[in-house]
């Protein structure tokens, strides 16, 4: 596709269930973030990924939130054992890595309920 | 460290009203800044950059001036639509990860 997938666009799961969220970025951009935005809130960097090095984890908020890019191209971010907190819409965006200008291509978002 | 404060909303306005939505931002070195638009159910999309002191962005009738002087980078637009109704972003870059995003102010604009 022309921009960011995302999937899956909503999820409720019940608290303590592993969830998987899915990004697919543009074809050719090598930088990808994820980020977080609680309900009112503004967007809180997670993680990032510039092409085959290792991913930046500094914005992850606990050792349960984890992702990984396969083939420098889809990304899953894995948030295991839930927390009522950890309700919010999930944000991928990409990016032309080598001449970063900051430009990014924001997905849709996943928006994650848990009961 | 790096950041961006950007000023609180809810702002309401009537249809062809002036806006101002301050930005301000701390940064080490010379971020690129940026403004971002997310309207109702939508993603975010860029609305406009300036990559350099005195740079002016501008599209869709807003603007923003890049102040160095002021470490500002205020978005305004002469006449607002309720189509312009939406949460805007200010977002400041400095390289690799170095993202960081103001708040959000939404806007309601109406008829």
């Known amino acids: 596709g022309a921009g960011v997938s995302q999937s899956p666009s909503n999820k409720v799961t019940e608290k303590g269930k592993d969830v998987e969220l899915r990004c697919d970025p543009i074809s050719g951009h090598t930088a990808l973030y994820w980020y977080r935005q609680s309900l009112g809130q503004g967007l809180e960097f997670l993680i990032y990924f510039q092409g085959n090095s290792a991913p930046d984890k500094s914005g992850l908020p606990s050792d349960r939130f984890s992702a990984e890019r396969t083939g420098g191209s889809v990304s899953t971010l894995t948030i295991q054992r839930t927390q009522q907190e950890d309700s919010a819409v999930y944000l991928c965006a990409s990016s032309f890595g080598g001449i970063n200008t900051g430009e990014l291509f924001f997905g849709e978002g996943s928006r994650l309920t848990v009961l | 460290g790096n950041s961006v404060t950007q000023m609180e909303g809810p702002v309401t306005l009537s249809e062809e009203a002036f806006l101002t939505i301050n930005c301000t931002y701390t940064a080490t070195g010379y971020p690129s800044l940026f403004w971002y638009v997310q309207y109702p159910g939508e993603g975010l999309q860029l609305l406009l950059k300036?990559?350099?002191?005195?740079d002016k962005g501008s599209n869709k009738g807003f603007e923003a001036t890049y102040r160095k002087e002021t470490t500002s980078f205020h978005l305004e637009k002469g006449s607002v639509q309720v189509s312009d109704s939406a949460v805007y972003f200010c977002f400041s870059y400095t390289g690799g990860f170095k993202t960081i995003f103001g708040a959000g102010t939404r806007l309601f604009v109406k008829a």
């Open positions: 300036a990559t350099k002191a005195d």
